[in-house]
């Protein structure tokens, strides 16, 4: 039985202990009631026991419910897969004596199980769950992390266009100027190792509204500051900052949307943050020629980021269901005066070794160890360095060639983002086809049914390359047709990414979010370090040339989609992580108690 398998094991036992028959120890069974400690009131023990079969029955009720069964599972795993949770129901090895009560008290007797104090969902109307909103206040919210989310990717970017007049002021060459963009997306492989445990510890709201105010007030360091080390600087830790949108807000849709919405949402979150990057050019480049300076590009993001933070702070409601489920608790100690109310997740002791085990550790080794994982991920770590690499390799096409003014210059990229929209448009229109082959399935996914977009978008991102570099050469040939090379390369590029991390996902399942870690990690080193060589490739090979390069390699990159839709089952089955065997016992600590029937799990809500 491989970890997976084990964490299999662990989470439906949490999930659904009903279905194990398990004796009770001695000191956990519950006390039963005799003639010295019930009432003398015949009648009302009737009808206490009256009510506490009503309860029962209707809680058995519930949860024969296909929606609460999922969503009891995906919160016994969510809580499974929290930062700490190795340490709930039992004490840190000390080995110093125990304290004394004080004053003279003796130790208190045991109290009843935890189980009977941890508060849950109603049912699968609760309107606490964000999944039962009103789709009004869903789409509010969403269009307001959008929003958020369009603000950093917007950010990373728009200093591109001010690379050229920083360096000239402060007398570095132009590549030392681009460190201002290779610092900031530096900051987007580091930030979600911290603000990713924190949306899983404290819920989504509080990491957000924390990262957008810093996000904020750094983009003002960077307006304001004096010299080039200032700038540097606050650019890396606005990137850090920045990350946490990237990172929180689509774990926020899942929380909000179901099986039947969630990838269209995702598929529109993803747009905003590619588009993002792509945007800010020609917006910098008329702030940049204008009266306004390049100091302007950094006060118009820092204006756009405390107006997505005042949104958040006012407006953003918690979605992460274990932490509404500790309001719901709080709320419940605070009327009925009853302390050991509580929910799931407030048990939680926070653990650094498992935090780093989780978060730094795991996903290192998921990312050199797993094929998988380390092809797609170097794949997509080629297409986002050259998302960035297209920020100097534009300018130097559509300005130093056509002699485009650098506001005009970046009108060009509306060629990409008009290909990001067809190929968001294109997802959309595969996933009733999809739906159809995971309900024929028995709603359990195959991972490579997300393959055939990532080939198709990785032929047509290389074409877009071939097109790009032999249409931009030489002036002669007419602006419009680089342009338009933009459809192929942006299509291309959200093709792959959004199939790519659909694949991770269904793939690892539990294991996803360490898989992704480590995906974004290498992809944003290249995205930080392709616009350092950009110039000098570019120069030296000229745009036809390089531009023949690149899509050499992206043609070679094909195969590796290829590879994974004839033997990606079977390098899956290898795999210490991916679990796709029927979990069979090994040892007897992972044993399953006695009539357990072992089935894979099939939902994809556990990550």
């Known amino acids: 039985m491989n970890e997976a398998d084990r964490e299999m094991v662990r989470n439906e036992r949490d999930a659904s202990p009903e279905r194990f028959s398990v004796v009770r120890p001695s000191h956990e069974i519950e006390r039963i009631a005799t003639a010295s400690s019930t009432s003398t009131d015949s009648s009302g023990s009737v009808a ?24 009891i599972h995906t919160a016994r795993s969510q809580h499974a897969g929290t930062i700490g949770r190795s340490l709930t129901g039992k004490s840190r090895e000390s080995r110093r ?24 969902f109603t049912g699968p109307d609760d309107p606490l769950h964000a999944q039962n909103w009103p789709m009004k206040k869903k789409m509010l919210t969403a269009v307001m992390l959008g929003y958020t989310t369009l603000v950093s990717a917007f950010t990373s970017s728009i200093f591109s266009t001010a690379t050229r007049t920083v360096a000239a002021q ?44 810093g996000f904020s007030i750094f983009q003002v360091g960077v307006a304001a500051a004096k010299d080039l080390q200032t700038i540097f600087l606050c650019r890396f830790w606005g ?38 990057p792509l945007l800010a050019p020609f917006i910098g480049g008329f702030i940049v020629e204008s009266y306004l300076g390049w100091r302007w590009t950094e006060w118009l993001v820092a204006i756009m980021g405390f107006a997505a933070f005042f949104l958040d702070l ?26 050991g109310i509580h929910a799931k997740q407030e048990e939680i002791e926070i653990d650094f070794n498992e935090l780093i085990t989780k978060n730094f550790s795991r996903p290192m080794r998921l990312l050199f160890t797993e094929p998988i994982v380390l092809l797609l991920s170097i ?95 030489k002036k002669d040939i007419h602006w419009i047709v680089p342009t338009l090379s933009g459809l192929l390369t942006g299509f291309g590029l959200l093709s792959i990414f959004l199939q790519a991390l659909n694949y991770l996902v269904d793939a690892y399942l539990m294991f996803a979010a360490s898989a992704i870690a480590g995906n974004t990690f290498l992809r944003s080193l290249a995205g930080a370090g392709f616009p350092l060589f950009s110039q000098y490739m570019f120069k030296a ?19 590796i989609p290829v590879a994974f839709l004839i033997y990606g089952e079977r390098i899956r089955r290898k795999s210490a992580f991916a679990p796709t065997k029927p979990l069979e016992p090994v040892s007897e600590e992972d044993d399953p108690p006695a009539g357990l029937v072992q089935e894979k799990t099939k939902t994809d809500e556990n990550v």
């Open 48 to 71: 206490r026991r009256e009510a506490s079969m009503s309860r029962m029955s209707t809680q058995r009720d519930l949860e024969r419910h296909p929606t609460v069964i999922s969503r």
């Open 97 to 120: 004596p125990l304290p004394e009560m004080g004053l003279g008290k003796p130790y208190p007797p045991l109290l009843p199980a935890q189980e009977e104090y941890v508060v849950e």
């Open 170 to 213: 402060y007398h570095v060459s132009t590549e030392v100027g681009l460190l201002g963009l290779s610092l900031y997306v530096l900051g987007f492989a580091l930030g979600p190792t911290f603000w990713a445990p924190l949306s899983e510890l404290r819920g989504r709201r509080l990491p957000i509204v924390i990262s957008m105010f």
């Open 239 to 276: 990137g850090i900052f920045g990350a946490c949108p990237l990172a929180v807000v689509a774990a926020v849709f899942s929380d909000m949307f179901d099986n039947r919405t969630r990838g269209l949402a995702i598929t529109v979150f993803s747009m905003t943050v590619f588009t993002g």
């Open 314 to 339: 006012f407006f953003l409601e918690e979605t992460y269901p274990p932490v509404i489920l500790i309001s719901k608790a709080a709320e419940l100690r605070r009327r009925t005066k009853n302390w």
């Open 379 to 473: 794949y997509m770590a080629f297409i986002y360095g050259l998302l960035y690499l297209f920020l100097t390799a534009y300018p130097i096409v559509f300005q130093e060639i056509h002699g485009m003014s650098g506001g005009v210059g970046g009108l060009p990229y509306f060629g990409m983002i008009i290909g990001m929209i067809s190929a968001g448009i294109y997802i959309v229109l595969t996933q009733p086809s999809y739906n159809k082959k995971l309900v024929a399935n028995n709603n359990v996914p195959v991972p490579e049914w997300r393959i055939p977009p990532i080939i198709i978008g990785g032929l047509s991102f290389a074409g877009g390359l071939f097109w790009f570099g032999w249409s931009g050469y």
């Open 541 to 559: 090979l000229g745009v036809n040339w390089a531009g023949t390069l690149l899509g050499c390699v992206a043609l070679c990159l094909v195969p």
